[in-house]
């Protein structure tokens, strides 16, 4: 150590490379010029740095001293700083407890080691040796403590593993998982010897009889030891208890049906099923029916290393033909001399349709004739089955009356509407007109309505009418149509 009143000396410092050195002053009162350090005439306590760059054949290398600067007019103070118990990785924080003569408040700093600190509080970072040091830099009275350092060592935290007991096993049972940690979440190996093999955590026999013994196992690493830990079990034949399915009934059904299958083992192992006989397909447990009749499904379970095969179980169950709804759109009535037109019909089986007429029209395919003459006709569409579909028919009746006499449309400009109509039909022509209002069967509704203007309909019953208009030119009939 030095006192503020010193001259200049030489620090004395060399390398094994022999290459030049260069000097700083890392903190303190002085200052430094080659290897001659000046003080600044202040207390404190200074660091010298001293460090060579290295080359293409040497690394760098920086070595640090330090030393106290004292005013003679100060009082001397000591640090007390008590040895510090070795530690294990993992240990708690724990608190250093030097003291200075003076009572100021000592102060810490890592020299070396895996370790940090905060204040007196030291923090375990890995295992190895650590080096503490600890200063009290003075103050108005006291010159700065010389440093005193401790050192301890941190030596490798053990491992725990923690592996399950294995129950034994038979000869048959299936590859089965190990359960194993360690504490430390490092990564473990695992190995057997005996009539086993092991891939990651998964056993799989190897259908030999014998003592099973299993190794997990931890290498270690910096900061922990190594360890492994072992359970055995026994590979012994049992004696395999006897199961029992449970099928419950299944219902007859209708042709395009699918449904599910319900069955269960008193071991509790899966159930299978299959196809007997009969118009359906299994897939899993989801039957498909593809045609009508009897169908028998079997349940079945193969048994396993504990359980025998169960008895097979069988359901019995009849597929009936499925009903085909027909739609069929409603005519409207027609006149004697109407063109032919199509008659519009589906059938929810997507079957081949067969039309049928009665009455004063014929029939070719969809498309209806009428023969000239008045009278009611009945539309029959039928679609007879098959295998799979009962047969189904829908049938529509409309009125053929006769057109009314009278000159072509065209004689008139005449505008009637809306059509159909609720509440009032309106009618519009350039020429003077008189309209008068007929069902089908000829009867007057309404007459001696004159001149273009509104047609008052709401009392009139909702269906099919013939709406008569006279002018000078003729006479035109035009259907209309009464709505709700």
């Given at each position: 150590d030095k006192v503020t009143t010193d001259g200049p000396f030489i620090v004395t410092a060399s390398t094994t490379s022999g290459l030049s050195l260069d000097y700083n002053i890392s903190s303190g009162p002085a200052s430094i010029s080659g290897p001659t350090v000046t003080l600044d005439g202040t207390s404190g306590t200074v660091v010298v740095s001293v460090s060579q760059v290295g080359n293409v054949n040497y690394n760098n290398a920086t070595e640090t001293a330090s030393f106290n600067v004292n005013d003679p007019a100060?009082?001397?103070?000591?640090?007390?700083?008590?040895?510090?118990?070795?530690?294990?990785?993992?240990?708690?924080?724990?608190?250093?407890?030097?003291?200075?003569?003076?009572?100021?408040?000592?102060?810490?700093?890592?020299?070396?080691?895996?370790?940090?600190?905060?204040g007196a509080t030291i923090s375990i970072n890995g295992a190895g040796v650590a080096t503490i040091a600890a200063n009290q830099s003075g103050d108005a009275s006291f010159n700065p403590a010389m440093e005193m350092t401790q050192s301890f060592t941190i030596g490798k935290a053990d491992q725990v593993i923690t592996i399950e007991s294995i129950a034994d096993k038979g000869l048959e049972d299936d590859p089965f998982e190990i359960s194993v940690s360690v504490d430390s979440s490092l990564p473990l190996t695992h190995e057997v010897v005996g009539p086993a093999n092991i891939s990651g955590t998964t056993i799989t026999l190897t259908g030999s009889l014998g003592l099973v013994t299993v190794t997990s196992s931890q290498a270690g690493d910096a900061n922990h030891n190594p360890v492994s830990a072992s359970t055995s079990f026994n590979v012994v034949e049992f004696a395999k208890m006897d199961q029992t399915i449970t099928f419950e009934k299944i219902q007859d059904k209708v042709f395009g049906e699918t449904f599910s299958l319900i069955a269960t083992a008193s071991s509790g192992l899966d159930i299978s099923y299959g196809v007997v006989s009969g118009p359906i397909t299994v897939v899993g447990s989801t039957v498909t029916i593809t045609g009508t009749g009897t169908a028998i499904i079997a349940a079945n379970q193969s048994g396993n290393g504990d359980f025998n095969p169960a008895t097979e179980a069988t359901q019995t169950f009849t597929v009936s033909k499925a009903e085909q709804a027909i739609s069929l759109t409603d005519i409207d009535p027609k006149f004697t001399n109407d063109e032919p037109f199509s008659v519009t019909a589906m059938v929810d089986s997507g079957l081949e349709l067969e039309y049928n007429v009665s009455?004063?029209?014929?029939?070719?395919?969809?498309?209806?004739?009428?023969?000239?003459?008045?009278?009611?006709?009945?539309?029959?569409?039928?679609?007879?089955?098959?295998?799979?579909?009962?047969?189904?028919?829908?049938?529509?009746?409309?009125?053929?009356?006769?057109?009314?006499?009278?000159?072509?449309?065209?004689?008139?400009?005449?505008?009637?509407?809306?059509?159909?109509?609720?509440?009032?039909?309106?009618?519009?022509?350039?020429?003077?007109?008189?309209?008068?209002?007929?069902?089908?069967?000829?009867?007057?509704?309404?007459?001696?309505?004159?001149?273009?203007?509104?047609?008052?309909?709401?009392?009139?019953?909702?269906?099919?009418?013939?709406?008569?208009?006279?002018?000078?030119?003729?006479?035109?009939?035009?259907?209309i149509v009464k709505a709700n």
């Open positions: 100060k009082m001397d103070q000591t640090i007390s700083f008590p040895a510090i118990a070795d530690k294990t990785f993992g240990d708690q924080q724990f608190n250093l407890s030097a003291t200075s003569t003076s009572g100021l408040p000592v102060t810490y700093s890592v020299v070396s080691g895996p370790v940090s600190v905060s009455g004063p029209a014929s029939i070719s395919g969809t498309t209806l004739t009428l023969d000239g003459t008045v009278g009611i006709v009945t539309v029959t569409v039928s679609q007879a089955g098959n295998e799979n579909y009962a047969s189904a028919s829908l049938s529509t009746t409309f009125e053929v009356v006769e057109r009314p006499l009278g000159v072509e449309d065209d004689l008139l400009e005449i505008k009637f509407y809306p059509n159909p109509a609720t509440d009032f039909l309106i009618i519009e022509s350039t020429a003077s007109i008189s309209v008068r209002l007929f069902d089908l069967n000829g009867k007057i509704i309404q007459q001696d309505l004159s001149q273009t203007g509104k047609i008052d309909v709401r009392n009139v019953l909702p269906g099919v009418y013939l709406l008569e208009i006279t002018s000078d030119h003729g006479i035109v009939q035009k259907r």
